[in-house]
């Protein structure tokens, strides 16, 4: 095989799809708490155990106690909380797509060099739907339900992709003897051909695939970047919501949920 082609072959790597997309987009925000999100509650958690919780976007507990709140208090709690129940579901939606786009990147690859619907490529897919399926579950997303660890939002790319990343390259990786195999079976059926033309056919194709993916995701990576950059803005915002609040309400004045610095997206 020559230079050409294995060059190209290396676009089976994960990796190197994911890390030009979206997903590296920076933003200095963190979530210094977990955040458990359904249709009636925010609950704002430390270890596993609830710090503080809004109700019905409008009561407000802290530590099981509910605190009597004034007007602006309210509308401040209530400011906040629709402000998190927007965000929360959005990064799942970010980091949900951002790993799909890759992974359809790769079973494309896979599916020109093997053939679609071939037994390889079916058992490649099942692996990778069964990832999807663990991907949402690692958000507890059921219904309106959502889960968010304490995290840094530095590197989208590798909060959400960093675990899933390598085990994608292990399935490609341990997929590679059959995919050239059928490659393999592919060039030979072209008794007219010598080798060197058919090693150069195969080059030609994967080149193609490669600018087609190119075309492909490129939009798609485009649209996530702006989804995400979109996200860091709107919590830098609510950070400064969440300031207002810590001032005016004493009992959460110890309570930093959103860590973020104004400027630092990049």
Do not use: W
Not at 135 to 156: G, V
Request: net charge negative; charged share 25%; glycine share 8%.
């Amino acid at each position: 095989m020559n230079k050409r082609s294995i060059a190209a072959l290396s676009a089976l790597s994960f990796s190197g799809l994911f890390s030009n997309s979206a997903l590296a987009e920076h933003c200095n925000v963190n979530f210094n708490y977990g955040v458990i999100i359904d249709p009636k509650h925010i609950r704002i958690l430390d270890e596993g155990q609830t710090q503080f919780q809004i109700n019905h976007d409008k009561q407000l507990f802290v530590l099981g106690r509910e605190v009597e709140l004034d007007d602006q208090q309210g509308e401040l709690i209530s400011t906040f909380s629709k402000g998190i129940r927007a965000q929360v579901p959005e990064i799942v939606s970010i980091a949900i797509e951002g790993v799909e786009i890759g992974l359809k990147a790769v079973n494309k690859v896979i599916g020109g060099l093997t053939g679609e619907n071939s037994a390889s490529h079916r058992k490649l897919q099942e692996k990778f739907d069964e990832m999807q399926y663990r991907l949402r579950k690692k958000f507890n997303h059921s219904d309106e339900s959502y889960y968010i660890a304490p995290q840094d939002f530095d590197d989208f790319d590798e909060i959400f992709a960093g675990e899933f990343e390598q085990e994608i390259e292990e399935i490609v990786s341990q997929s590679i003897g059959t995919i050239l195999m059928a490659v393999g079976d592919a060039m030979a059926s072209k008794d007219e051909d010598t080798i060197e033309q058919r090693v150069d056919a195969f080059g030609d194709k994967l080149e193609t695939m490669g600018e087609e993916l190119e075309v492909e995701i490129g939009q798609k990576a485009n649209n996530l970047e702006q989804k995400a950059a979109l996200f860091c803005q709107a919590l830098i915002k609510l950070d400064k919501t969440e300031f207002e609040i810590q001032t005016s309400i004493p009992q959460l004045s110890g309570y930093n949920l959103i860590s973020a610095q104004a400027g630092e997206h990049q």
